[in-house]
């Protein structure tokens, strides 16, 4: 079981990028997954996630409006689309994956500053 995040690195205020997670050894389309963050000094906290079936997506209000949750079960990938960035997004952002009745799977994590 492997969930692989990338797409971090350093961006200007208010610019754009792209997280993705790769995943193995699972069947994604049976999975919830999503994205927290851990600020420096701070708390990991939920940034957004999308169910299976639906594919219903929740984002934390901090993050509305300017970031994209989107799976895509067939290449076994999740992907945080985050635009408009801020200071404040300055993060490592952890991929998850869960279902009912067993332990929440946990990507290595991938950093993010903006700063100018």
């Known amino acids: 079981v492997q969930l692989q995040a990338s797409g971090g690195g350093l961006v200007q205020p208010g610019g754009s990028l792209r997280l993705s997670c790769l995943t193995s050894?699972?069947?994604?389309?049976?999975?919830?997954i999503g994205w927290f963050r851990q600020p420096p000094g701070k708390e990991r906290e939920p940034v957004s996630c999308?169910?299976?079936?639906?594919?219903?997506?929740n984002y934390a209000d901090s993050v509305k409006g300017r970031f994209t949750i989107s799976r895509d079960n067939a290449k076994n990938t999740v992907s945080l689309q985050m635009n408009s960035l801020k200071p404040e997004d300055t993060a490592v952002y952890y991929c998850?994956?869960?279902?009912?009745?067993?332990?929440?799977?946990w990507g290595q994590g991938t950093q993010v500053t903006v700063s100018s």
């Open positions: 050894g699972f069947p994604l389309d049976y999975y919830a």
């Open positions: 999308i169910s299976v079936g639906d594919g219903t997506t």
């Open positions: 998850y994956a869960e279902i009912s009745f067993t332990p929440t799977m």
